[in-house]
Nanobody
Framework: QEQLVESGGGLVQSGGSLRLSCVAS????????MGWYRQAPGAQRELVAI???????NYADSVKGRFTISRDNAKNTVYLEMNSLKPEDKGVYYC??????????WGKGTLVTVSS
């Protein structure tokens, strides 16, 4: 099991940028697919971006060209660089670790607020 701790959320104006970080506690971080999800008030949690153990990435259509997911295996950290933020990007952003057959783990989330 992984303990995941997110940071980097906050209040930003529309068009601004934030970088989220998620630090994992385990010893085989590089073997996991890591993802960022978000949940807006009253909405379901949705996938924002994923980076696999082979460094391939996928993004939600709504964030393509604006968000970049990356990982630093030496630091057990996954990042989400968010640019050109829009009010509809607001929500709680959660880090996810896909542990394969073991299951998955979630962080507690970090709040992103975008003012118009």
């Amino acid at each position: 099991q992984e303990q995941l701790v997110e940071s980097g959320g906050g209040l930003v104006q529309s068009g601004g940028s934030l970088r989220l970080s998620c630090v994992a506690s385990g010893n085989i971080f590089e073997a996991y697919d890591m993802g960022w999800y978000r949940q807006a008030p009253g909405a379901q949690r949705e996938l924002v971006a994923i980076i696999r153990s082979n460094n391939s990435t996928n993004y939600a259509d709504s964030v393509k060209g604006r968000f970049t997911i990356s990982r630093d295996n030496a630091k057990n950290t996954v990042y989400l660089e968010m640019n050109s933020l829009k009010p509809e990007d607001k929500g709680v952003y959660y880090c996810n670790a896909d542990l394969g057959v073991i299951g998955e783990d979630w962080g507690k989330g970090t709040l992103v607020t975008v003012s118009s």
